[in-house]
């Protein structure tokens, strides 16, 4: 996604792409979660519209 980005943004600025390098602003990232009662949260963790709501939202 962050190369789209910067290609995206080359593009507007010179209308052209020329290699470059980059990282996150944060260098470590994850998630982690933990089910404490998986009977009574099963619903949502494996439910994939929970997630690609999740992850829209990180994005």
Same mark, same amino acid.
């Given at each position: ?5 910067? @290609?995206?943004?080359? *593009? #507007? ?13 944060? @260098?470590?990232?994850? *998630? #982690? ?27």
């Amino acid at each position: 996604m962050y190369g789209l980005l910067k @290609a995206a943004e080359q *593009i #507007r600025r010179s209308g052209r792409i020329v290699p470059t390098a980059g990282k996150p602003a944060t @260098a470590m990232r994850g *998630i #982690r979660y933990f089910l404490h009662n998986e009977e009574m949260e099963k619903n949502w963790y494996f439910s994939k519209e929970y997630w690609d709501q999740y992850f829209s939202m990180l994005a």
